[in-house]
Every structure is written in structure tokens, then in C-alpha cells.
């Protein structure tokens, strides 16, 4: 597994968090070269959180990439740091408790949507 923090990139039109300002995604990736889980997290403090399971919601989604097992993917991120396993798990326990996990229940797409295939 691969852990990394790097700077945000933008949120596309139709998502609510364009409006919160700057923040950082916090990505766990697994051998199968998919995000696991990912956090993003922003300036203020506040804290989206991301996994296979709740993927999608109206302020953004689970990191869609394929990671390729080559270290040449990190060449093209901004900002890119890798970071432990302890480090995303802090993260992620910080995340399970934020006060925006309400709303992105509520306001979850993952109905919606098909749900993506990871191989």
C-alpha cells in the first residue's frame, strides 16, 4: 500500500466544497492501484472522508485514479509527499469524527451513480 498527502487540485463545478478554500488530499492506496480511502482536508479544519463504500456525495468523491506501480505516477502530483500508514490512519480516525460525515450521508450520490470496478 502507498500513503500520500498532497496539495488540492480544485473541486469540479457541481461539487459543495469548491466554495472551502484551500485544503490537501490524504490518500490510502491499494496494491490493486485504486484509492482506498481518502481524506480531504482543508485549511480550516474541516474534513471530507472518502472510501468504496461511500464514494460519492455532492461535495466530492473517492480519488479516481489508477496508480501505476511505477514510482513515475508521483512525478506528475503537486506537492506530493508520502506518509505512513500510521499517519493516514490518524487522519482517517480525525475524519470519522467530522462534523461534515452528517451532511455527506445525507447528500450522498452513491444511489445515483454506478459504482466504480477496482481490478
Not at 55 to 74: H, T, V, Y
Not at 84 to 113: H, N, V
Amino acid at each position: 500500500m502507498i500513503y500520500f498527502r498532497q496539495a488540492g487540485l480544485g473541486f469540479q463545478k457541481w461539487q459543495a466544497a469548491r466554495d472551502f478554500g484551500c485544503y490537501c488530499d490524504i490518500v490510502e492506496v491499494l496494491d490493486d492501484q485504486h484509492a482506498n480511502r481518502h481524506v480531504v482536508l482543508f485549511d480550516d479544519g474541516q474534513m471530507l472522508r472518502y472510501d468504496r463504500i461511500h464514494w460519492i456525495d455532492e461535495f466530492g468523491r473517492l480519488m479516481g485514479s489508477k496508480f501505476s506501480k511505477q514510482p513515475k505516477w508521483m512525478n506528475n502530483r503537486i506537492s506530493l509527499e508520502l506518509i505512513s500508514a500510521l499517519e493516514f490512519d490518524g487522519y482517517w480516525q480525525r475524519a470519522l469524527k467530522s462534523d461534515l460525515w452528517e451532511q455527506q450521508q445525507m447528500r450522498s450520490l452513491t444511489g445515483k451513480y454506478q459504482q466504480p470496478t477496482y481490478s
